[in-house]
Structure formats: C-alpha cells, structure tokens
C-alpha cells in the first residue's frame, strides 16, 4: 500500500498529501484546540504556531505555508499589520482571519488588507474547517449574514459597510482605540505598538475628532463602552 507525500509550499514531502496550516493567536489554548481540530483532518495539518507578529512572519517566511489563520487581537501589532507584511512579502499566501472581533466593524477591514476570509471564534469548528478548505479552494469566506449583507448594500449602491463614526476610523486609529478599551494607558499602547508616546496622542486626537468627543475621558468611556457591547455581541 503506497501513500501520497505530505507537500506543502516550501517542496517538503512526508507520508500523506496534508496541507500545511500555520496558527496565529495569541491565546496557547485556542491554539492547541484549533490545532487538534486540524490535525484529525485527513487532509490539513499544523506546521507551526506563533503568538506575536515578529515571530509568526519569521516562521511564515521559513515554513511556507499553505495557509495561515490569523487573530487580530495579538501581543504587540495586531493581525491586520501583520496580513500587510504578509502581503508585502508574499501576495499569494491564503490568510483566514479567526477573530472575536465584531465581523461589521473587522470582516470590510480585512479583505480590504486582502485576507482571503473572516470568521469569528463564536461559529462552530465545522464552519472554521469549511472556511480553511474553501479559501485553499481559492474562495472567499464570510458568514452567510455578512455575505448577503454587503451583496444587498453592494445591490442597491451603498458602501460596503455601515457608515458609522467607529468605521471611519483607520486600521491603526482602531487598534488604538480597542487598546483604550481594553484599559490600556498611552505609554502602554506607544510600547505595544512600537511608537512613540506623540504618536499614540496624535492618534488619539483622530479618534477624539473622528466621534465627536470632547475629551480623553469621554474617549476612554466611548472605548470601554464600545469593547463591553462587543464582547457581548
């Protein structure tokens, strides 16, 4: 009895055809369940694991992937700064994004940084395995109430997401914004996000004109508010 050789990206064979799935996130048992998940798969396998942006690029770079799943939420740059260094160095690697973040502010974001497809950690795994065969497909996934969502507003000839003030924000003035709901203060962002302190409050000064707040208190209340209705989206 012969077996196909494990083949991914980077030319390495083994004893079965799999494809290769490299994990970002920055929670390790998220991690170790979504890679038990795959590795049962007769047809996909875990190749690597990181938590943070530095490491998981090294690793991409080094392992080539078939493709990669991606948090946005991660220790330091978030996962969509990570996707565009990605994309910079290699344009054609299918990435999933696998977040809790509310997919009507993020999924828009996402594909317009040219993930391949969005999924939030609330849908069953046997959605998360649909999605990873679909993109390697060379498909895009969305959940089927954002698919239809942005098809009807794309129908009737609206932007492709709601205009709201909070999606006015750009990626980076988002992340800052999440980072003060999440408590963080302007020092502990600046040192997270590899920036300067006067950068951090030049973007908050974005944030502040961008929703209308009149202060940093009114824009660490709006934050606080804004991270609890997401959490319990």
């Not at 990669?68 to 991660?74: A, E, F, G, P, W």
């Not at 089927?144 to 709601?162: E, H, T």
Request: glycine residues 6%; charged residues 25%.
């Amino acid at each position: 009895m012969t077996t196909n050789p494990i083949l991914d990206r980077s030319g390495k064979t083994g004893t079965a055809f799999k494809r290769a799935v490299f994990i970002v996130d920055d929670h390790p048992l998220l991690r170790q369940g979504l890679a038990l998940l795959i590795n049962q798969q007769e047809d996909m396998q875990v190749c690597g694991e990181a938590e943070e942006a530095h490491a998981a690029l090294q690793a991409i770079t080094r392992r080539r992937p078939d493709i990669v799943i991606l948090d946005i939420s991660l220790n330091g740059p978030d996962g969509l700064e990570l996707l565009k260094s990605i994309r910079a160095s290699d344009p054609d690697l299918p990435v999933l994004i696998l977040s809790m973040h509310d997919e009507d502010i993020y999924a828009e974001r996402a594909l317009r940084a040219r993930a391949n497809g969005y999924i939030m950690k609330q849908e069953a795994s046997d959605k998360v395995l649909v999605a990873i065969r679909r993109i390697l497909n060379g498909e895009v996934y969305l959940s089927d109430r954002m698919s239809n969502k942005m098809l009807q507003q794309y129908i009737i000839g609206a932007p492709p997401m709601i205009q709201s003030r909070i999606s006015s924000l750009s990626d980076r003035e988002l992340e800052v914004f999440r980072l003060i709901g999440e408590g963080r203060t302007t020092r502990e962002i600046a040192e997270e996000l590899h920036l300067s302190i006067k950068t951090v409050e030049t973007y908050q000064a974005h944030i502040k004109e961008k929703l209308v707040l009149r202060s940093g208190r009114e824009l660490i209340q709006h934050a606080i508010q804004w991270k609890v209705h997401e959490k319990s989206a």
